[in-house]
């Protein structure tokens, strides 16, 4: 069991809106840790989406954002393509003494 | 340019050790924020140790004990020692960098503990 909960898929057609949420708790995303977002293709390395919760490393496309509030983080994908078919994963800090860093179980996006 | 190559993986029996290297490029191990991070077949990411440029390092409870992060500062690498290795030890271990997210990934080495 992830200690961040993704949901385990998510769909939508090209140029449609798609969600993904990340769920913690108040040891992780609550206590006011920063949450970062990694989309593997497949076959590949994660590469880090977005970072400090909103953040777009040079090259992602705005397409792609993020949002925190609470216990809980969202990434949004607008304008979908085909490239965007890939499984995403959330990553934040826990301040229990059972691992310092954490990750969503992540989400597969299919792109219809 | 940062590049980070993972290798040492291979099949390995229960109970056994291995030790994965990760060599880096572009930047020093020394005073890097790196760390290990896994991926069982067909599942998601797990978090397997991170160390600071301070020497501090972190496990999560799932190997504790049995694994250990260190660097080699002349060969400017990272390694990951591995002992008493478990069936579900098995997954492609990652080293990755940055400051307080990974920005950087190598490629990943593949680990496949079974008898």
């Known amino acids: 069991q992830s200690v961040l909960t993704q949901p385990p898929s998510v769909s939508g057609a090209p140029g449609q809106r798609v969600t993904i949420s990340c769920t913690g708790s108040?040891?992780?995303?609550?206590?006011?840790?920063?949450v970062h977002w990694y989309q593997q293709l497949p076959g590949a390395a994660p590469k880090l989406l977005l970072y400090r919760n909103n953040n777009r490393p040079s090259g992602v496309p705005d397409r792609f954002s993020g949002s925190k509030s609470g216990t809980s983080a969202s990434l949004a994908i607008t304008g979908l393509q085909a490239e965007d078919d890939a499984d995403y994963y959330c990553?934040?800090?826990?301040?229990?003494?059972?691992?310092?860093?954490?990750f969503g179980g992540g989400t597969k996006l299919t792109v219809l | 340019e940062v590049r980070l190559v993972e290798s040492g993986g291979g099949l390995i029996l229960p109970g056994e050790s291995l030790r994965l290297s990760c060599a880096a490029s572009g930047f020093t191990v020394s005073d890097a924020y790196i760390t290990w991070v896994r991926q069982p077949p067909g599942k998601g990411l797990e978090w397997v140790s991170l160390?600071?440029?301070?020497?501090?390092?972190y496990y999560p409870d799932s190997v504790k004990g049995r694994f250990t992060i260190s660097k080699d500062t002349s060969k400017n690498t990272l390694y990951l020692q591995m002992n008493n290795l478990r069936v579900d030890d098995t997954a492609v271990y990652y080293c990755?960098?940055?400051?307080?997210?990974?920005?950087?990934w190598g490629q990943g080495t593949l680990v496949t503990v079974s008898s």
């Open positions: 108040s040891s992780n995303i609550g206590a006011g840790y920063d």
């Open positions: 990553q934040s800090y826990d301040s229990s003494l059972s691992g310092l860093v954490v």
């Open positions: 990755a960098t940055g400051s307080g997210k990974f920005d950087y």
């Open positions: 160390t600071y440029s301070g020497g501090d390092t």
